[in-house]
């Protein structure tokens, strides 16, 4: 390193960071490494570019001429870190309101298949009662020992309402209870796979507030921006210019 003068190890800071090669992260790693690189890190050129770059939204906004540009950085960036973590509360509520929803979905869908499950139940039981009924009373035209006509006839007896619509009756309610529950599994069943994906949502937001880094949600979205923005702002009209730049560098030094 101590091979090269400041003015090489000036110009590679100024087109790494012109060519987003290099972040705020690495300027503030290489301030600390050494006194001579701290010095040089320290440039102001260098976090303009990171400050038009990062913040290209900010750059006509005023501020105090009095200000350092490393300082109006470190403000700009704090200001867009607490806007993203508020985002992120916010996301993480919403993921939250998600999960409630579903859950008290789930429970309306639970009481349904237990009250339609109780009513297929007590109408497949009259159904039985009925069968035995109508069974017992053709029984009754035929000859049988008394004891058993005995009992046939008290089922008859105790059969107050008429058999055949009865039994039509309750033939119809058991299918639509059954019809009913099965579209309650299936709801039941497609609010469970939402609920499981919700919770996968709402864990993965808890774990990484910022799952998107400040690093890569910049300069992933907006790679290509950037690059077309930073050959605009150091290099004039781009690629012919950015060559014959990289051709001065002495490659043998480096």
């Not at 100024?14 to 290099?22: C, D, I, P």
């Not at 976090?47 to 700009?76: C, M, N, Q």
């Not at 999960?99 to 297929?120: C, N, P, Q």
């Not at 039981?125 to 046939?152: F, I, K, Y």
Request: hydrophobic share 40%; aromatic share 6%.
């Amino acid at each position: 390193m101590s091979v090269l003068p400041d003015e090489i190890w000036a110009r590679i800071l100024e087109m790494g960071t012109a060519f987003a090669r290099l972040t705020y992260r690495d300027l503030c790693a290489l301030a600390i490494a050494s006194r001579r690189l701290n010095r040089l890190a320290r440039d102001p050129a260098l976090w303009a570019t990171l400050l038009a770059l990062d913040f290209p939204a900010g750059r006509h906004e005023p501020h105090d001429k009095a200000t350092s540009v490393k300082s109006l950085y470190r403000i700009r960036f704090e200001r867009d870190k607490e806007r993203r973590l508020a985002a992120a509360r916010r996301a993480v509520l919403y993921a939250e309101s998600r999960v409630a929803a579903s859950r008290k979905r789930l429970e309306e869908l639970e009481s349904s298949l237990a009250r339609e499950g109780k009513r297929l139940k007590a109408a497949a039981s009259e159904l039985a009662d009925l069968e035995r009924a109508r069974t017992a009373s053709v029984a009754l035209n035929v000859w049988q020992p008394q004891v058993v006509r005995g009992r046939q006839k008290q089922i008859v007896e105790q059969c107050t309402v008429p058999i055949e619509s009865r039994l039509g009756d309750l033939k119809m309610e058991i299918k639509v209870c059954k019809q009913q529950i099965a579209i309650f599994n299936k709801a039941y069943n497609e609010e469970k796979k939402k609920l499981s994906e919700y919770n996968e949502a709402l864990t993965s937001l808890k774990y990484h507030p910022l799952r998107s880094n400040f690093d890569s949600t910049i300069r992933d979205s907006n790679k290509r921006k950037r690059l077309k923005l930073s050959s605009d702002l150091k290099y004039g009209d781009g690629p012919v210019e950015q060559e014959r730049v990289e051709k001065s560098l002495p490659t043998k030094s480096i």
